[in-house]
């Protein structure tokens, strides 16, 4: 469990976050979506520990990340966008990185490398952006960590290859073995809490503004603004709070509208109880031009 | 799966698997699919996946064996046409009876249809 309580920090002069709060419970695999700037990427730094709040508090689990505890280092992996690596091979590196996580898994390494559809042994340099990405990928993955901070994984990769990023992915969160027991006794007792039913998996938190890449992916959803938090609530949450609905007309009461092929997509306070499909874009948008109406919405 | 546009995706899982126990894929007491291998087959979030399995089960179309997995109820397919067939006469057939009227289709015409189709 990653909490963040009252937490400020900025660069310089530059705030960043302002008292904000909010929680990742393990086994999820989150989307962090925000505009470009709002703190993303800050945000992973300083559960990793690369960056100090400057008040409030970020813990994981027993840890304090800044701390650099080497139990809770060997336990988290963050992936930036962007990574130098030196002239090496991916199987080089990651052999290199290995040593310090004691669950590191060569074979799962392997075996990621030829899913991903790349050559572990082509040094870095010969290879396209993408292909660097994904060797990266297989990389962070094969640490096995608990804990897992993807920053923007999914930029610059083609098509075929967001898919097999989502599979991996996805293979990789309820990849953990004795977790099916929790699995059933969680959907016995049906108190539709499916939190601790993962808790044996690894939390991943991916920051993102791709969301069509991640849609089916992550849940729950946290939306970072300017120094707040807007929104963290899982898929089921959003639907019981919001309706979309997918119509021919423009609602005046939606919250969001906008108009997409075979008509408009609208957001609405969700007063009917009514089901429908989450449009995490047009979620984006909604929670976006209506910052304290949807917290109303949601503190409710 | 291709799923829908407008459908929510674990009601469509839902359904996915309703029609895997109408077309015998999953015959009664088979071992349903693992939600993690489900949302591997299927590409979403294992949470989905997880709610689709709590309506089957809530609707005992799928029972939980501890520590085993689900299996397939006894009367799923009876649960799962009941379901469906109040549905259409609910959503789908008021539809159709206003078309037949406005076309002017007589039951007649109707029942040769069918013995036509059979």
């Known amino acids: ?300 | 799966m291709e799923f829908k546009a407008h459908q929510p995706i674990y009601l469509q899982i839902y359904l996915h698997i309703c029609e895997m126990i109408l077309n015998g894929k999953y015959k009664i007491g088979d071992k349903i699919m693992s939600v993690r291998e489900m949302a591997i087959e299927v590409g979403v979030n294992p949470n989905t996946v997880m709610r689709s399995y709590e309506l089957l089960q809530s609707k005992d179309i799928i029972i939980n064996k501890r520590g085993i997995g689900f299996n397939v109820s006894e009367n799923a397919k009876e649960i799962i046409l009941e379901e469906q067939k109040k549905q259409f006469i609910e959503e789908e057939l008021p539809e159709i009876i206003k078309k037949l009227k406005m076309f002017g289709i007589s039951i007649e015409e109707i029942e040769r249809q069918l013995k036509g189709e059979n």
């Open chain 1, 1 to 300: 469990m990653i909490t963040i309580k009252n937490l400020d920090f900025s660069y310089k002069n530059a705030a960043v976050f302002k008292n904000i709060s909010l929680d990742f419970k393990e086994g999820n695999v989150y989307g962090l979506l925000g505009e470009n700037g709002v703190g993303k990427t800050t945000l992973l730094k300083l559960i990793c520990g690369l960056q100090q709040a400057n008040a409030g508090s970020c813990t994981v689990d027993e840890f304090i990340p800044s701390e650099r505890n080497p139990y809770f280092l060997q336990n988290i992996f963050y992936l930036p966008e962007e990574v130098i690596t030196d002239d090496t091979t991916p199987e080089l590196f990651v052999k290199k990185l290995g040593v310090f996580y004691p669950r590191y898994d060569q074979q799962y390494f392997r075996d990621l490398m030829q899913e991903l559809e790349v050559d572990a042994a082509k040094k870095f340099s010969t290879l396209s952006y993408g292909q660097k990405k994904k060797a990266l990928l297989a990389c962070a993955l094969s640490l096995r960590t608990d804990y897992l901070l993807l920053d923007e994984p999914t930029n610059g990769l083609d098509i075929p290859s967001k898919a097999l990023f989502r599979k991996v992915i996805l293979q990789h969160s309820v990849s953990t073995n004795h977790a099916n027991q929790h699995l059933s006794s969680s959907c016995q007792n049906n108190t539709g809490d499916t939190q601790d039913a993962w808790s044996d998996n690894p939390t991943i938190i991916i920051s993102t503004h791709q969301v069509k890449d991640v849609e089916n992916l992550i849940d729950p959803i946290v939306i970072l603004d300017h120094d707040e938090v807007l929104l963290n609530a899982t898929f089921e949450e959003i639907s019981s709070k919001l309706y979309f609905d997918y119509g021919t007309e423009k609602s005046d009461d939606a919250l969001y509208s906008e108009m997409m092929p075979g008509g408009y997509i609208n957001v609405l306070p969700n007063k009917f109880e009514m089901e429908s499909k989450v449009n995490v874009e047009a979620l984006f948008n909604a929670v976006r031009n209506n910052k304290k109406r949807i917290k109303e919405i949601f503190n409710n």
